[in-house]
């Protein structure tokens, strides 16, 4: 038999789909081309953040001295005792540092291992409940974990259908995964709600907080403010801190939950480096670059919805995140049809809603991540396209 050739008694492996963003590289690519001589593209398409980090914790990333040793899987005492810090000074909730926070290399590789290594853990569940329309690693993760990913509908105000979620998935559920502020839609999830549906039905319940900081309806929330029995805070100093390219991130809740994934996680080699787990403690540390970036992040949110809204594509600030939830007009196709459009006629790249789910094909996803002059480089263009 050929190398080419494939045997029809064999039944297919899992082959990955495309990355979601990939997708992109055909607007991306006019667009680069179009405007190289006129500003460039402005790429709104992912949450990449654009602005610096604090100068001190770059200092603690170069004078650690931690280079030469391997860093230890949970993280040094000093970053977990900064993340119960910060999370008892943001949140009101305590954790111990000792035996409820532990450290992971970012979060997407947390929420694309968990479904898989909970499932070792309870074979005979086999059921990943997540938003209907969020970040695509939710489901991805089930997939890779062997398990059927369950979508749970939203409530039109934000948050989770949890009276909709079918009694029989509910008993095979690993784990329910929230998110709030939500990835994409910037609506907020009754998190409290979320934790007592979770005990009451045995189900794990793993909140992705990442853009808690970035809560603009009231002061950001977490799910351990109602406790740490059965849940599982997420965070991230990617989004908090603009430091996505050092992949530092941390888990926080119920005890047993944290001890048996960690002690997982430290079988695979899960470690945050060294001089990465030293500059993270300097920045959970501090808040005063967390209120700045959040002043940044409220003034380009205003001003690009304006701009979009007067362009034709109405759209209010949302309830947190950094992302414009634009409703896709009747006179377009859907969201792919939008993401071309603005890509073809202001240089302009956002990621269609399909990218989150079925039903979110109807809207596109803004990120305000470029910087003032860049998005009112975006205005002129739309402005002159009338």
Not at 92 to 112: I, L, Y
């Amino acid at each position: 038999m050929s190398a080419a050739s494939v045997d029809p008694g064999i039944p297919a492996g899992f082959a990955p789909p495309p990355y979601p963003y990939e997708r992109l590289n055909g607007a991306k690519s006019r667009a680069t081309g179009r405007f190289a001589d006129r500003g460039g593209l402005v790429d709104c398409s992912i949450g990449t953040p654009c602005d610096p980090p604090p100068d001190a914790v770059l200092d603690a990333m170069a004078s650690s001295g931690t280079e030469r040793g391997y860093p230890t899987s949970p993280g040094s005492p000093a970053y977990r005792r900064a993340a119960a810090d910060w999370i008892l000074r943001r949140f009101g909730a305590s954790v111990d540092p000792d035996r409820q926070v532990a450290a992971c290399v970012g979060t997407k590789e947390f929420v694309a291992t968990t479904a898989q290594f909970l499932h070792l853990r309870s074979p005979d569940r086999d059921t990943v409940l997540y938003p209907s329309v969020s970040y695509p690693t939710y489901a991805m993760g089930a997939t890779l974990a062997g398990a059927r990913a369950v979508p749970v509908p939203e409530l039109p105000g934000g948050g989770l259908d949890l009276d909709a979620v079918d009694p029989a998935d509910a008993a095979r559920a690993l784990l329910l995964w929230v998110n709030s502020p939500s990835n994409p839609t910037g609506q907020l999830t009754d998190l409290d709600r979320s934790a007592t549906w979770g005990r009451s039905h045995g189900v794990p319940v793993f909140s992705d907080e990442c853009y808690a900081e970035f809560t603009w309806d009231g002061p950001p929330r977490s799910v351990l403010e109602s406790g740490t029995d059965g849940v599982v805070a997420v965070h991230s100093l990617s989004k908090r801190s603009n430091l996505a390219g050092v992949r530092a991130g941390l888990y926080a809740g119920d005890e047993a939950l944290v001890t048996y994934l960690l002690d997982v996680r430290r079988h695979a080699g899960f470690m945050v480096p060294g001089p990465v787990q030293a500059g993270a403690v300097v920045a959970l540390d501090d808040d005063s670059h967390v209120g700045a970036q959040r002043a940044r992040y409220l003034e380009r949110l205003g001003f690009l919805a304006g701009v979009l809204t007067e362009a034709g594509l109405p759209v209010g600030p949302p309830a947190g995140g950094f992302y414009l939830w634009v409703p896709v007009p009747e006179s377009y196709a859907d969201g792919w049809a939008l993401c071309e459009r603005l890509a073809d006629d202001a240089g302009l790249l956002v990621s269609p809603g399909e990218l989150y789910g079925e039903t979110g094909r109807g809207h596109v996803r803004v990120a305000v991540v470029q910087p003032m002059d860049r998005l009112e480089l975006v205005a002129e263009r739309l402005a002159a396209t009338g």
